[in-house]
């Protein structure tokens, strides 16, 4: 039953990460986006992938159920989709940089 909330929680926040990616490609700028909470949601997903593989190590093959399985792969995409935000807030702080001096030549 545990394992079915589990699912619930990653599709959840599966389902909302391409949104924030799209979101914040879209405005070109990083005003507004947290770096320290997008590090420690990076951080909880690299901290689950571990500990799955630590169950994993311990309970072999008899660990992997559907269910199990579908939580490991969505804690892979999600990772994915949150690193691709990270990327695309660097690509944002950089476009800030662009236009504050920019603004600054315009002065």
Same mark, same amino acid.
């Given at each position: 039953?545990?394992?079915?909330?589990?699912?619930?929680?990653?599709?959840?926040?599966?389902?909302?990460?391409?949104?924030?990616?799209?979101?914040?490609?879209?405005?070109?700028?990083?005003?507004? +986006?947290?770096?320290?909470?997008?590090? @420690?949601?990076?951080?909880?997903?690299?901290?689950?992938?571990?500990?799955?593989?630590? @169950?994993?190590?311990?309970?072999? +093959?008899?660990?992997? +159920?559907?269910?199990?399985?579908?939580?490991?792969?969505?804690?892979?995409?999600?990772?994915?989709?949150? +690193?691709?935000?990270?990327?695309?807030?660097?690509?944002?702080?950089? @476009?800030?940089?662009?236009?504050?001096?920019?603004?600054?030549?315009?002065?």
């Amino acid at each position: 039953m545990a394992e079915i909330f589990e699912i619930g929680m990653v599709l959840c926040f599966g389902a909302s990460w391409p949104f924030n990616v799209i979101r914040a490609y879209k405005a070109r700028t990083a005003k507004g +986006t947290s770096l320290l909470f997008t590090l @420690l949601i990076e951080i909880g997903y690299i901290s689950a992938i571990i500990g799955k593989f630590i @169950l994993i190590s311990q309970q072999g +093959t008899a660990y992997w +159920t559907p269910s199990r399985a579908i939580a490991f792969v969505f804690y892979w995409i999600n990772l994915i989709m949150v +690193t691709a935000g990270l990327v695309i807030y660097f690509r944002n702080k950089k @476009l800030d940089a662009k236009a504050a001096k920019a603004n600054e030549a315009k002065a």
